[in-house]
């Protein structure tokens, strides 16, 4: 079966191969919608009259998707908080010259942005990227550490299914660490293993506080279902993404891969830990999450 992006906001939808449909699209102010209504094949197994393949359903519902988008990011990264998210944006903004978001886009949480726009029926990146940008290199928010904010939206999991449907043409990066370095580097971010572990999720097991194993079990089964889907993408729609080991000495090479004229140079562990450097990479600022 096929099955339509699982967003929050929109109804899923379930079509078996060979089936029929036929499509009654309209404007309604600024937004267009599609009337989908599945019929049986003919004798001959075709669809006749005014009815349609699915497959091209699936391609006139990118098309009409993409025409609905304001903001496109070029770049996505999924990876998890203390995945190197501040070199990634150092790398393409400050090293290659090109827009983009951290954590925050004008004073504002970007992952509360992307919650507004996904309660509100919107494409995700028309709330976090306004103004538009080329390179989104975090979108998680899991509370800020003040605990003001209990909020947890955490797309990269949540939603990672909906955004690759929205946003097919964008290469998406996957950065990993060792799961035990990543835990030890959560532990060690004021409260954020806490936080963590408030967010309740139904396709992998939310990290239970203070426990380093429940961390490596979160992390290892979020890296596992991310990996699939962006397989699965891969092999049936051309998804553009690359997978790399932050401390990994090819990690610049394969980063530089996916811009024309990318530098390897410009890559850096920007928050390394000084003082032990090949297994905790720190956020510089506290207030971040």
């Not at 944006?89 to 004008?106: G, L, N, P, R, T």
């Not at 975090?138 to 797309?155: A, L």
């Not at 993404?241 to 811009?259: C, G, H, K, M, Q």
């Amino acid at each position: 079966h096929a099955q339509g992006p699982p967003r929050s906001a929109r109804p899923r939808v379930f079509l078996c191969p060979g089936a029929c449909v036929s499509l009654l699209v309209q404007q309604q102010r600024t937004r267009v919608v599609v009337v989908v209504r599945a019929g049986a094949p003919g004798p001959r197994g075709g669809c006749g009259g005014r009815m349609l393949s699915l497959r091209l359903v699936i391609q006139f519902s990118l098309l009409v998707s993409a025409a609905t988008r304001h903001c496109a990011p070029r770049y996505i990264n999924l990876g998890m908080p203390k995945s190197g998210s501040s070199s990634i944006y150092s790398f393409y903004h400050d090293c290659m010259h090109m827009s983009a978001s951290h954590w925050k886009i004008e004073d504002e949480f970007v992952g509360l942005r992307m919650e507004f726009c996904d309660k509100n029926g919107l494409p995700l990146f028309d709330c976090s990227s306004k103004p538009c940008v080329d390179v989104v290199a975090q979108m998680d928010f899991e509370g800020d550490h003040t605990g003001n904010r209990k909020t947890c939206y955490i797309p990269q999991i949540t939603h990672i299914e909906g955004i690759i449907f929205e946003y097919p043409n964008a290469t998406f990066l996957l950065p990993t660490r060792d799961p035990y370095e990543w835990a030890s580097s959560v532990m060690r971010w004021t409260n954020m293993a806490q936080r963590l572990s408030s967010c309740h999720f139904v396709s992998v097991e939310a990290p239970k506080d203070g426990e380093v194993t429940s961390l490596v079990t979160f992390y290892k089964q979020f890296l596992m279902r991310t990996r699939t889907i962006l397989h699965r993408a891969e092999k049936l729609h051309g998804l553009r993404w690359v997978e790399f080991d932050i401390t990994a000495p090819n990690a610049s090479r394969i980063l530089a891969s996916t811009v024309p004229g990318g530098r390897p140079e410009c890559w850096t562990q920007k928050n390394r830990n000084k003082k032990n450097p090949s297994s905790e990479i720190a956020e510089p600022h506290t207030d971040k999450v």
